[in-house]
């Protein structure tokens, strides 16, 4: 009998937790493994450091994310921003890959060039952009275009392999870079016309004044608001890897897609994939797996709060573009694969 007695209370008290459980988790209770993440996070700050100083777009998407992600993140730690500019964001790479804490504290934010940095040996890089833990990426370029007033000597891509066409360029950057890939890969005759230091701006005025007839970095999906920029120049090739969905510029053809072997398409992929994921967001190697896992879910969930997306996009006019960790992943371990002879004819097209 009184067996009988303690095999029912065993069986009652056994009933008695599974409902438990069921009860907490339709109340919607935190995962055990998101406990310790909380537990970490609680009444922490995490750094998010910027490489470039602050009131730049970088700076922006960092800021305006420190102020939104923070809840999404287990334990709700609050975020800061740290501008450690220098060397073309290398020297904030440098450090926060090396010397910062890597305990999921420390997240960053480079030039979009830096996963291509190690492969093309630029100077001073002590980092492998293929052990970053990437979060994701807010924006993209949107898409980088050759554009040529509507008045330009030739505004196609077979007329401008034939007649010569004035591009404006602030210098050694992806305003020149990309004209002279395309002079080299392409066979066109765009001429070069340095010495607006002032940036995009400066040469897009001097294409109102018609002392150049374009530029071969716009992006046009900035532009297109912008009458403008339809009234007074037409885009004649997209230097993204993807066509466009926009009606308005679906049809205008990819610099990739018109390489004329697959080494030289290599090449584009190499110095033009970046653009898809413009102002990534990575950890530095080391940060155990469960804290990086609720980082990047929490970077996700932020990506569609309807504040964040209404903050950002007074700055960014071109919106949200994001790109998963593992799309920056897939990319960064596809180019490390080329051939050393790709990577080596890519890197006079990249500048930092």
């Known amino acids: 009998m009184i067996r009988a007695i303690k095999d029912a209370t065993s069986i009652r008290a056994t009933i008695y937790a599974a409902l438990t459980v069921l009860v907490a988790a339709a109340l919607g209770s935190p995962p055990a493994a998101a406990q310790p993440v909380a537990d970490f996070y609680r009444d922490k700050t995490i750094d998010i450091v910027v490489g470039y100083t602050p009131g730049g777009g970088y700076d922006l998407a960092a800021r305006v994310l420190s102020r939104h992600m923070g809840k999404y993140i287990p334990g709700e730690p609050k975020m800061i921003v740290r501008n450690m500019p220098g060397a073309g964001t290398?020297?904030?790479?440098?450090?926060?890959?090396?010397?910062?804490?890597?305990?999921?504290?420390?997240?960053?934010?480079?030039?979009?060039?830096?996963?291509?940095?190690?492969?093309?040996?630029?100077?001073?890089?002590?980092?492998?952009?293929?052990?970053?833990?990437?979060?994701?990426?807010?924006?993209?370029?949107?898409?980088?275009?050759?554009?040529?007033?509507?008045?330009?000597p030739a505004t196609t891509l077979d007329g401008i392999r034939k007649t010569e066409v004035l591009i404006g360029a602030s210098g050694p950057d992806a305003t020149s870079s990309y004209a002279y890939l395309?002079?080299?890969?392409?066979?066109?005759?765009?001429?070069?016309?340095a010495g607006?230091?002032?940036?995009?701006?400066?040469?897009?005025?001097?294409?109102?004044?018609?002392?150049?007839?374009?530029?071969?970095?716009?992006?046009?999906?900035?532009?297109?608001?912008?009458?403008l920029w339809t009234d007074l120049t037409v885009p004649v090739l997209s230097l993204s890897l993807q066509r466009s969905t926009d009606p308005a510029t679906k049809d205008v053809p990819l610099a990739v897609d018109q390489a004329r072997s697959e080494e030289d398409r290599q090449i584009m992929e190499l110095v033009l994939g970046t653009n898809k994921f413009f102002r990534a967001f990575s950890t530095p190697p080391g940060v155990p797996a469960d804290r990086l896992a609720a980082l990047r879910d929490a970077f996700a969930k932020t990506m569609k709060d309807p504040e964040f997306v209404k903050e950002f996009i007074v700055g960014a006019p071109s919106g949200l573009d994001v790109t998963t960790h593992e799309e920056i992943e897939a990319f960064v371990a596809r180019i490390n694969k080329f051939p050393p002879n790709v990577v080596k004819r890519a890197a006079k097209y990249v500048s930092f």
Not at 182 to 193: E, I, R, S
């Open 90 to 152: 290398v020297l904030a790479a440098n450090h926060v890959n090396n010397i910062a804490a890597k305990d999921g504290t420390v997240i960053a934010i480079y030039a979009d060039l830096m996963p291509v940095a190690k492969l093309l040996d630029v100077p001073g890089v002590q980092f492998d952009p293929a052990k970053f833990g990437w979060i994701g990426s807010i924006t993209s370029r949107g898409m980088p275009t050759l554009i040529v007033r509507k008045d330009a």
């Open 196 to 227: 607006y230091t002032g940036g995009s701006s400066q040469i897009d005025l001097a294409i109102q004044r018609g002392e150049v007839h374009g530029r071969a970095s716009a992006d046009w999906n900035d532009r297109k608001h912008l009458s």
């Open 182 to 193: 395309l002079n080299d890969l392409l066979g066109t005759k765009l001429k070069v016309l």
